[in-house]
């Protein structure tokens, strides 16, 4: 970014895309007004991480760091990614789940500065207005929430702010996307948390929340001002009630480019656990049977992902879809039940079963997997009953933050005795079971959506389709070492997600050149495209 003639002097220490700090050297300090400002002595980069990782260190709370890092984002966007991309393994807990959402619950009490757009629902007809204060021309990706279901915790009205905010930043520091084709959104419809309602730091509309014709209508102008001025953008949904996101993804996903990562990408990170698990307990995927634990959009969309990718390699549509089964509140979704549309592929010719336990016995899956948002529903004996009927039980306790899951990673190898090839929504620990090590894998849509990103940015995709999820997930897989399935771990170590993401999203930007989606022509070598296109935080020249 090019400084302004108002960049300089005090404001450039306040402007976040060109700010420094204690980097700018002696010319620069000369050049823009900035001598006196700043302690004499100029640092290098690499020292203001350190000291940045010094006082982080000196924090024992989370929210805290969470904090610390939101005000470095606000002053300094170039240290806050060489911060988050030193250590992204370790900085993803606190700049996304499960810190983000303590910070998502407390918006309101913590609020430091403003970030992103916020669209209220009573500026309809006036959406395109407001979208255009935001300062950037070409933005490239929005992540957009209405704030009603957010993570496992609900509704928190324009306190889900949090979450764009966050799932952009890991597309920056996991995948090199530039922080400045991103922007975060809040539209916000209202809230019927009555907590939030009463609240006198409330920051959002103190009304309950808006439905029907008139939400849809505004969702219609939001994609029309968005499409209109930034041509080349990708929207991602996140975090909206099921049956709100069903029909938006629905209605958009043919007509521009966009995806709903909570369906999408959490299917194909679901898909790339499968994939890879099945190195350790052999078979195909032809041949296995899913049970899932909820019944809403992230479970179908699991299940449909994986009944496409049963279907490429040669299972008939109908019986693809009949190796998943799904389970909810109210037992085994069956023939007798009143379901919604997008659940009827999935409903089962028997009597109604009420048990969870029940259901594997009768199912006799090879896999389960939690997206219930309901903790301590694998029961010891769930596990134990999938441990008996399969000698390497797929256990997949899918829901987030730590909180929801349905085990921890020591419930389920410990009532396996060990057989459980596990892997989880939210980080947990290693654990040893009869003197064997085990390292749970986090099942983390982080392995999707940044790389998903980059091929979009890097290719200028017309659309994102369902393919583009079965190729990730592969991608993904293939990238679990022997060395890895040997402790269990069935997803690659987050401490090298960069070049985990850039390799999937090469192999994804690959397939949208082929399907001719690309709106770019293609290079000779789509990894040099995409290593050429990757985000590097390093200060740059001001002119």
């Known amino acids: 970014m090019a400084v302004e003639a108002m960049s300089r002097g005090y404001a450039l220490l306040r402007d976040p895309h060109s700010n420094k700090g204690t980097a700018f050297d002696s010319n620069e300090r000369h050049e ?12 290098s980069i690499e020292s203001q991480v350190a000291r940045i990782n010094a006082q982080l260190g000196a924090l024992s709370d989370d929210l805290q760091k969470y904090l610390l890092l939101s005000d470095l984002q606000a002053r300094n966007e170039t240290l806050y990614y060489a911060v988050l991309m030193s250590d992204p393994a370790g900085f993803m807990p606190l700049v996304y789940t499960p810190t983000v959402g ?13 970030r992103g757009i916020y669209i209220p629902i009573s500026s309809k007809g006036n959406i395109r207005k407001l979208i255009s204060n935001w300062p950037q021309e070409d933005v490239r990706f929005i992540v957009v929430t209405d704030g009603e279901r957010i993570l496992g915790l609900g509704d928190l009205g324009v306190g889900g702010m949090g979450i764009p905010i966050g799932k952009l930043s890991l597309y920056t520091a996991c995948a ?19 907590a939030l309602l009463e609240d006198p730091l409330y920051l959002g509309l103190r009304h309950d929340r808006i439905r029907g014709d008139e939400y849809h209508a505004f969702i219609d102008e939001f994609v029309a001002a968005v499409t209109d001025l930034f041509p080349k953008c990708c929207i991602q949904w996140e975090d909206f009630a099921n049956f709100n996101a069903i029909p938006i993804l629905s209605r958009f996903k043919t007509k521009v480019c966009t995806y709903n990562d909570d369906i999408q990408g959490t299917a194909s990170v679901a898909l790339a656990g499968i994939y890879a698990a099945l190195q350790i ?10 049970l899932f634990l909820g019944a809403g959009s992230a479970a179908t969309g699991i299940a449909d992902l994986i009944a496409q990718a049963m279907a490429m390699e040669g299972l008939p549509a109908a019986e693809a879809r009949g190796r998943s089964s799904l389970f909810d509140v109210g037992g085994l979704l069956v023939g007798s039940r009143a379901v919604k549309g997008f659940q009827k592929p999935y409903l089962v010719d028997h009597e109604p079963v009420a048990d969870f336990a029940e259901a594997i016995k009768l199912l006799r899956p090879t896999a389960i997997i939690g997206v219930s948002t309901v903790p301590k529903l694998f029961t010891k004996t769930v596990i134990e009953t999938m441990a008996a009927i399969n000698d390497r039980p797929i256990i997949f306790p899918y829901s987030n933050p730590t909180s929801r899951s ?9 009532w396996s005795k060990g057989k459980a090839v596990f892997a989880s929504g ?12 085990f390292v749970p894998g986090q099942g983390n849509n982080v392995y999707i959506f940044p790389a998903m990103g980059m091929a979009v940015y890097a290719t200028e995709a017309k659309l994102v389709t369902d393919d583009m999820f079965i190729v990730a997930a592969k991608a993904v897989a293939e990238q679990v070492g022997q060395d890895s399935l040997d402790l269990g771990l069935i997803y690659p170590p987050q401490s090298k997600i960069l070049e985990a993401s ?14 001719g989606l690309a709106n770019v022509e293609r290079p000779a070598d789509v990894g040099q495209l995409i290593s050429s296109k990757a985000y590097k935080p390093v200060y740059r020249h001001l002119n």
């Open 502 to 515: 850039l390799h999937v999203a090469r192999k994804i930007a690959e397939h949208i050149f082929d399907a």
């Open 32 to 43: 823009y007004g900035l001598e006196g400002l700043l302690p004499p002595t100029p640092t």
């Open 176 to 194: 090199g996307v530039p922080p400045e084709v991103c922007l975060p959104v809040t539209l916000d419809v209202g809230t019927n948390n009555s």
């Open 102 to 114: 303590e910070a998502c619950q407390k918006f309101d009490h913590i609020f430091h500065s403003a």
């Open 426 to 437: 939210s980080p947990f620990p290693p654990v040893v079971v009869d003197g064997r090590r």
């Open 281 to 290: 307990t052999g078979g195909e995927l032809i041949d296995q049977r899913f």
């Open 406 to 414: 349905e085990c921890t990673a020591e419930e389920a190898y410990t």
